[in-house]
Nanobody, 125 residues
Framework: QVQLVESGGGLVQAGGSLRLSCTAS????????MGWFRQAPGKEREFAAT????????YYADSAKGRFTISRDNAKNTVYLQMNNLKPEDTAVYYC??????????????????WGQGTQVTVSS
């Protein structure tokens, strides 16, 4: 049974930082492209960042560029999202997702096969 478990969310003031983690089990982690998505109240889920199987390729949403960094440790079956200079508009539930179907990182949520339960990030102004 595949499980993705996110952690690291919380309440932070604007300008602060958080590091999200997502640990996978039940799959061969190194074979999966990993992504982070987020969903704010009343809004659709949106792409934040994605990383290739060996970490060599990364891709970010425009809103994340320059502030977020995605990385992975295949030995630990874990993907990270370092978020700096957080803004109130970053408030959302953040989800990690795993994709094995494609060879390159994808930004469309429909391309991902497995999802975590999400972790809440709240940025106060």
């Amino acid at each position: 049974q595949v499980q993705l478990v996110e952690s690291g969310g919380g309440l932070v003031q604007a300008g602060g930082s958080l590091r999200l983690s997502c640990t996978a089990s039940g799959l061969t982690f190194s074979r999966y492209i990993m992504g982070w998505f987020r969903q704010a109240p009343g809004k659709e889920r949106e792409f934040a960042a994605t990383i290739g199987r060996n970490g060599g390729i990364t891709y970010y949403a425009d809103s994340a560029k320059g502030r977020f960094t995605i990385s992975r440790d295949n030995a630990k079956n874990t993907v990270y999202l370092q978020m700096n200079n957080l803004k109130p508009e970053d408030t959302a539930v953040y989800y990690c997702a795993a994709d094995r179907r494609y060879d390159t990182p994808q930004s469309n949520s429909y391309d991902y096969d497995f999802w975590g339960q999400g972790t809440q990030v709240t940025v106060s102004s």
